[in-house]
């Protein structure tokens, strides 16, 4: 799809960061956030929307200059179902689906969120397409169907769309991504080091 809306959701509190905010946490010299909207806007499916904490927030600043729409999230302390609200009433009014992208995972490329864009059938029947692993564990981004977006605006607490996929299972494709892309974050301190450790290992 050539008209696919990404809903970046970027206003959790980093809870388990101890402090630190991992989506401003420096990758390759510039905010994780940044990175993430930078490959979102770079894939040229769709309008890229951001849920963000209210400004003034440094999340803001992260993002200045990029064409990106910003939305806040005031009741984003509810969990990841809050964010996904509030990025759903800024959709374009004839979206026909939305890619759900989460912006802490720094291995996803421009090039993974174009291979499930690409997999996008609306004619199929299948209503949600979820990038995976290589060895087909499911993870992110995530394209919703036009007909469920009620159902994720309904939504409550920290479970986020997990729900309503799991509701509708049979009606689900795998997008197979490379490696760990579609499933890595990283949420803690450790987290952060390991990952930075691996990749100074990898030069």
Do not use: N, Y
Not at 98 to 125: F, H, K, N, Y
């Amino acid at each position: 799809m050539t008209d696919l809306p990404i809903l970046l959701l970027a206003a959790g509190q980093s809870s388990r960061m101890r402090g630190r905010d991992k989506l401003m946490e420096p990758v390759g010299g510039v905010p994780l956030l940044r990175r993430a909207a930078r490959r979102a806007c770079a894939a040229g499916i769709g309008p890229v929307i951001a849920a963000l904490p209210p400004a003034p927030h440094p999340r803001h600043d992260a993002l200045a200059g990029l064409p990106v729409v910003p939305v806040p999230v005031p009741d984003a302390a509810e969990g990841i179902a809050a964010s996904l609200r509030r990025a759903l009433t800024a959709l374009p009014p004839k979206a026909e689906a939305a890619m759900i992208l989460l912006a802490d995972l720094p291995e996803l490329s421009t090039a993974d969120l174009q291979t499930v864009a690409g997999a996008v059938d609306l004619r199929s029947g299948v209503l949600v397409w979820r990038g995976a692993t290589a060895a087909g564990q499911p993870g992110h981004p995530v394209v919703v169907a036009r007909a469920l977006f009620a159902e994720l605006a309904a939504l409550t607490g920290d479970s986020g769309a997990q729900v309503a996929i799991r509701r509708h299972a049979d009606r689900l494709m795998l997008v197979p991504l490379p490696g760990r892309h579609a499933r890595l974050d990283l949420d803690t301190p450790e987290d952060w080091a390991a990952w930075r450790a691996a990749q100074r290992s990898e030069c």
